[in-house]
């Protein structure tokens, strides 16, 4: 049963602190999204790679975030220094693009929920 | 930008047919998808559309007009297990990718 796997689940961690999540996508998929989710602003797009390349990361703050893909079994979101409005859950989503066969659909991960105190 | 607006909350009774609106204004069109999310879990893929009509799917249907910017998400014989957060996103589709921006989502409450 193929599926999205995020590390860690849970997050606990102090201001100041580095936070990394990890992410393995569906294997084959070539797209690959970090989303964030709080109650506030539902879910936001942080960044989108296609093929392992950044394609958008408008959505994240530049200062503390950074999405990489080291090869194609893995995504990673790093935040460095986390600050307490960082605080949410973070979903990792991989998919084919639209086309053909394939809907478009994302299948998302079962998200790390970070706290920072 | 993409701006997508659906209702917050909710209510129907186990076994009526309920439908939760979404509209949207874009900069260029797109598809329009509707994922389920039950509290605490990942969101999780129910229907798209990308011409106007409605797409029916067992027990759920999805609408869309695109002269509108308008969709709706309809259920029917509604089970308790329905109780869910139901997100509306659009997005472009294109060989460059499906990167959708989602609604704030509507919390759907299903009541015996």
């Known amino acids: 049963d193929a599926r999205v796997t995020q590390t860690p689940r849970h997050k606990v961690t102090e201001m100041g602190q580095e936070v990394t999540m990890r992410c393995q996508p569906i294997?084959?998929?070539?797209?690959v999204f970090w989303y964030r989710q709080t109650m506030m602003q539902g879910l936001e797009l942080l960044a989108y790679?296609?093929?392992?390349?950044?394609?958008?990361d408008s959505g994240m703050p530049k200062d503390r975030f950074s999405a990489e893909m080291p090869d194609a079994t893995l995504a990673t979101l790093k935040i460095q220094p986390s600050e307490p409005r960082d605080s949410a859950v973070y979903f990792c989503?991989?998919?084919?693009?639209?086309?053909?066969?394939?809907?478009?659909?994302?299948?998302f991960g079962e998200g790390s929920r970070l706290t920072v105190l | 930008g993409q701006n997508i607006d659906q209702p917050t909350e909710m209510t129907a009774t186990e076994g009526a047919i309920v439908q939760i609106n979404c509209t949207y204004q874009?900069?260029?069109?797109?598809?329009l998808f509707w994922y389920q999310q039950h509290a605490g879990e990942a969101p999780t893929f129910l229907s798209y559309?990308?011409?106007?009509g409605l797409e029916e799917k067992g027990r759920f249907s999805s609408f869309l007009s695109r002269s509108k910017g308008y969709s709706y998400l309809l259920l029917k014989e509604l089970q308790m297990k329905d109780s869910a957060s139901y997100l509306c996103?659009?997005?472009?589709?294109?060989?460059?990718?499906?990167?959708?921006?989602f609604g704030g989502g509507t919390r759907l409450m299903v009541k015996p």
């Open positions: 989503a991989s998919g084919f693009p639209y086309g053909g066969s394939n809907t478009g659909e994302l299948f």
């Open positions: 294997l084959g998929h070539n797209t």
């Open positions: 790679f296609r093929n392992r390349a950044p394609l958008d």
């Open positions: 874009t900069s260029g069109f797109n598809g």
């Open positions: 559309n990308v011409l106007d």
């Open positions: 996103a659009v997005g472009p589709l294109n060989n460059a990718g499906n990167m959708l921006t």
